[in-house]
């Protein structure tokens, strides 16, 4: 099931696979607000208006626990639905227990299990207590019956029953079924909930951590996947280790370590991969006595996602932006008031292989007057990825080195050069400086070769990690430790470089090793293994669920784990052993989290995007509450009154992302040449417009020129009775480059996520109207 | 040996990764369309734009919604109308069973353009070494340059999806076959384009719909006027009458051959004289 998602467009190469899978029985379904080249190809399309994603999967969850079509085996044991939650807890229209209003949060005390004298959590497996996590699921979505559901998604009911029926057949323990889903699910107010969600879903029907199962995120770009392993955001640091923030738990290392380890499942090895990190960035200079160095780390308490970061520039709280590829006068939200923010700015440094709109901004073609502007730009000549070697990682986490291709043209330099030439002329600028802001500076180790071109296979040996006594590579991350003995950049990769000479990321052994895995091509963290949370492949007794559906196995004769895989679970622990059946082995309980508490809730709810074209029917609350809502100048929240249209953007294949690569080639140039918006026959008849012709969208933040692109492929949406228009447009255009466009982004506002602050990119309200 | 260019059009996702590998290849300039109303870029193939992906938005009979795409590119055909009427034999046959253009031998006389049966070729203009300017017929070679090497047409290489297969004759048409046999499920309008009117073509296509949902012709024949200009006036013209007198033989074949599309009074242009004026 591809929901979120439009693989054929952005992921060609992975529907590449689903076309084979296709021509071996398999079905695909295709969800989406819009009928795309990914639904031409499917089996089954079900539209859904933007935004209405968990009123889809909630009803899927009643479909699935009324018809009885859930892994019940399954379900028992390898999620907590048998666990028995606080007598307290309870929901009521559209709130859990424990709601602030004020603060627009939860108080969590009854989000919890019940548990005996010795702390034990209460259960019955059973599933028929009514205060276990499965029958209060059942009652939280019994709201969902598919009626309700189509009356707010606006899906076909009887696409909605063949999809329902199709995908919750693979509860059945002889067949498997995926769900790929990208930033048509993630780029919502409720993103975090819509992809949990699917992980519910898929855990009710037994599909994680078996072959064909999983949720499979297709990421943005190549790397997306590495980048975020590497802390390419504001919250973690490298290996999904929390940032510490400006507070009393996070005072002290030590502090950190009791705050932040939990007290059962893998995770209790926290303390050795945050030392070992530390040690990574300080080395000699991080000791036990200076805390390894722990107090140079910066601490906030802010958050420092896209938008906070573009609302503070907003408001001059920010002098200066390194921009590394990113071209935000395009690709961000509200992109309008993101290109006034660059101009409170006193320098920016813009790298890319082109001058980007964002590197242009202050130019009179981005509509500004450059005399106004007093920010410095500097634009730094980036290399193309083929023009410069190291590694990517792919979404199942499989970490390929890349050799370079061809030399850059001109000054260009490859990102870790630019990072590398940097760091070397800050720590020379701070050399013999004592004060307080030169401290980390000074301490912090980079010693990754002489001159301006670092030794990449440097790089690759600490983020593997290495004895800091004899600097020899550890086998993986087992092996590190919290005294300071151990470094290592990034421990859930410690292991793709175990020995000298032995870079696995290298690898290229095109074999199949059993059941569609290629164990020696290339290395997937961590230790090389390729189906996450794999015992749960196995029944109670460590045998495989199903024929042909074989990942890995107990074997009784010599006491261990034998396969496919390389097991996700200790490889001598018996299923009759204590935790034998605990599959999750990262999460404290052990298994499935079908009741697991993000921001909203412990049960994802159906709340309508920050701008919405119809009351919320499953409650009074209308959007997610608790979600940040940004006010001051330019955060204008439009009404249907005047924008009663539902908009979304999305990417097209022949373009990528703000159009800075593809629309500098003028071969992908050509294939789409014009910025369009997608539109149903009923709307333009509705607007006497016609197709080719020009038309004005508004929103609440701006108004873009485009051509109407009238389609079949977009329909009116029949919500209780009341149509709804949509609306879709690619946000790929700018203004430089062979072909030029209105930028998409003048319309989105400014929301995000409760949880992560991604951008509310794929539902919000507009109008549009012809242009003469 | 000869070749087709088999295209399952039910496999092609769209992508459009085969026009630019043909530019590529071919070192093609990019051609910027004003908007069509759809995804589709080119309205059709052009002298620079040697295939060009159609998208097809159709509602079947029992009204399911279909959005098509195909891979339109020169089909080569057996009985190649092109090869027929070029007055300067710049047109020709490969072993591979492509059609090809000599664009030495090519004077941009355009008959070519207007007797293709598929409206494929076009006239480019192009600048000698003075800076003038002068036209020559171009469309796909079926990557003939690439076979010579033991390479797979361009397009072919990167289909990702196996949309663009490429193989020796035999084994092609009976994939194709294979193939269909497999799609009449969701496709029952489904069918095998290899037309017999042209004497079959060396680019071979299953369709999930009619030819003419393609826009394709259902019944394409070699027009009788291109095959009486080659097999009987053209080589009776050279051969017996010289060239000159050719031109007044022909008049009443040449002005059938140019009926398609322009009236008589463009007979007087194009042409070798025109070009050298």
Known sequence: MIIGANPAENHPISFKWLLQAQENGGKIISVDPRFTRTSSKADMYGALRSGTDIAFIGGLFNYVIENNLYHKEYVAKYTNASFLVHPDFDFEDGLFTGYDEAKRSYDRATWVFQRDAEGKILKDETLTNERTVFQLMKKHYSRYDVDSVIAVTGTDKESYLKIAQTFGATGHPDKTGTIMYAMGTTQHTVGSQNVRSYAMLQLLLGNVGRPGGGINALRGESNVQGSTDFALLSHILPGYLGVPTASAKHATLKDYIENETPKSGYWVNKPKFIVSLLKAFYGPNATPENEFGYHYLSKGNKNYSHISMFEAMYNNEIKGLFAFGQNPVVGGPNAGKEQAALANLDWLVAVDLWETETAAFWTKEAGMNPADIKTEVFLLPAAASFEKEGTVSNSGRWMQYRWKAIDSKGEAKADLEIIHSLATRIKKLYAGDTSAKALPINALYWNFGHGDHPDIDLVAREINGYDTVTGKLVANFTKLMDDGSTASGNWIYSGFYPEDGKNLSKRRDNKDTGMGNYLNWSFSWPVNRRILYNRASANYNGQPWAKGKEVIWWDDLKQEWAGYDVPDFLKTKAPSAAGGMDPFIMLADGVGSLFGALNEGPFPEHYEPYESPIPNAFSSQEFNPTIKVWTGKRNDKGGIDKYPIVATTYRVTEHWQSGAQSRNQEWLSELVSDMFVEMSEELAKEKGIKNKDKIIVTSARGSIEAYAMVTKRFKPYTIRDKQIHQVGMPWHFGFKGFVTGAIANHLTPHIGDANTMIPEFKAFLCDVRRAD | ?277
């Open chain 2, 1 to 277: 040996m000869e070749y087709i260019k088999y295209i399952d059009v039910t496999k092609c996702d769209g992508c459009r990764a085969c026009m630019v590998a043909c530019k590529n290849w071919n070192d093609l300039p990019a051609e910027f369309e004003e908007f069509h109303g759809s995804y589709q870029s080119h309205k059709k193939t052009t002298a620079n734009t040697w295939n060009v992906l159609t998208f097809t938005e159709h509602v079947t009979a029992d009204n399911q919604f279909e959005w098509l795409y195909r891979h339109s590119s020169c089909l080569h055909c057996t009985d190649a109308a092109c090869e027929k009427v070029c007055p300067e034999n710049a047109i020709s046959y490969t072993e591979y069973g492509s059609v090809v253009i000599n664009a030495d031998q090519c004077v941009g006389c355009g008959y070519c353009v207007q007797n293709c049966t598929f409206d494929i070729i076009e006239l480019a203009t192009k600048k000698d070494e003075n800076g003038k300017e002068y036209k020559v017929a171009q469309k796909c070679t079926l990557c003939t340059d690439r076979i010579a090497e033991g390479l797979q047409p361009a397009c072919a290489t990167v289909c990702h999806t196996d949309a663009i297969m490429f193989g020796e004759k035999d084994k092609m048409l009976k994939l194709a076959s294979e193939r269909l046999n497999q799609v009449k499920e969701r496709y029952p309008n489904a069918n095998i384009y290899n037309p017999p009117g042209v004497g079959g073509t060396h680019t071979v296509y299953l369709l999930a719909e009619r030819p003419s949902v393609y826009d394709l012709p259902e019944n394409p024949e070699t027009s009788y006027t291109a095959k009486l200009w080659k097999d009987v006036a053209q080589p009776a013209g050279k051969l017996l009458l010289g060239a000159s007198v050719m031109g007044v033989v022909g008049a009443y074949l040449s002005n059938r051959l140019f009926n398609k599309e322009v009236d008589e009074s463009s007979l007087n242009e194009g042409g070798k004289d025109d070009e050298q004026k």
